[in-house]
């Protein structure tokens, strides 16, 4: 067996366990922690694309996926349906990263980090400091589950499920990514740096 084939049999234990976890597992609780946990790893995987692939270690990145989540929740809340509402997310995130990259895009090394540093604490700022927007560090407030596209995330099991495939379209963009020409080639300069 090859390593192709070993990551790819990796890959089909991990998904049937976790898609057998809410069986195994059965409390609410855990089940709510185990979707947080993919949740973030979805942020890990983003990040690990630019500081494991290209080298470029940001302090900045929670800040974007911030504007994409409070973009998304003040949409909801104002009655938009999830389908725009995840569009403008997608294109208020995608505007903020360039805007933003056009202060790092020269930067290297540590200028890079404290550049990044200050745009993630200028985003912080914004939500943090524009209550009558954001609600301060209380956040935008929801009740009950969203349900995208007429399905019911109601359950702890619906959200966990959705969840997880939303996960699964993460690392297999992800890895398509990684694998495609530009991928490729934003590897090399952190490859030749022997990062």
Known sequence: ?????????????????????????????????AS??????????????????????????AGLFGVAGYTAALLLQAGYGHGIAILLALLAALAAAAV???????????GFLMITLAIGQILWGIAYRWVSLTNGDNGVVFHGRPAPFGINLATPGAFYYATLVMFALAVVSMTLFV?????????????SRGA
């Open 36 to 61: 947080q946990i993919l949740f973030w790893a979805i942020f890990a995987l983003a990040l690990n694309v630019l500081v494991g692939y290209a080298g470029l270690v940001s302090l900045g990145h």
């Open 100 to 110: 933003f990259a056009v202060l790092a895009l020269r930067a290297t090394g540590i």
């Open 1 to 33: 067996m090859n390593s192709r084939q070993l990551g790819l049999a990796a890959a089909a234990l991990a998904l049937v366990v976790l898609a057998a976890l809410p069986f195994g597992v059965g409390n609410v609780y855990y089940i709510n922690i």
């Open 179 to 191: 694998r495609s020409p530009f991928g490729v080639a934003s590897a090399a300069p952190a490859t």
